[in-house]
């Protein structure tokens, strides 16, 4: 059974910064890009940055120049280092396997990590 274990949310300031980790099964993580995910309430799960294995990064408009996403394959562990945060940033961050074309290796999700940027 896959599982993902995000951790690292706060609350934090406008301008802020954070480092977001999620760690998974190994099997898993070294097979796939790895993704991670922002859920606010009110509108559908979006994919924001994912990394392939050879650590290739790709990024969603609104998160370029601000968040970087990479990955430790000793650890089997996925990271999104966010700075500038904006408010509009805030919600639940969740990390997943991802194909080529976006959709999921796995239809299962972890807790996620609540990020709230507020001043």
């Known amino acids: 059974q896959v599982h993902f274990v995000e951790s690292g949310g706060a609350l934090v300031q406008p301008g802020g910064s954070l480092k977001l980790s999620c760690k998974t099964s190994?099997?898993?993580?070294?097979?796939?890009?790895m993704a991670w995910f922002r859920h606010t309430p009110g509108k559908e799960r979006a994919l924001i940055a994912h990394v392939t294995t050879r650590g290739i990064a790709t990024y969603v408009d609104s998160v370029k120049e601000r968040f970087t996403i990479s990955r430790d394959n000793a650890e089997s562990t996925v990271f999104l280092q966010m700075t500038d945060l904006r408010p509009e940033d805030t919600g639940l961050y969740l990390c997943n396997a991802v194909n080529s074309d976006g959709s999921l290796v796995v239809e299962t999700w972890g807790q996620g990590t609540q990020v709230t940027v507020s001043s």
């Open positions: 190994r099997n898993i993580f070294t097979m796939y890009r």
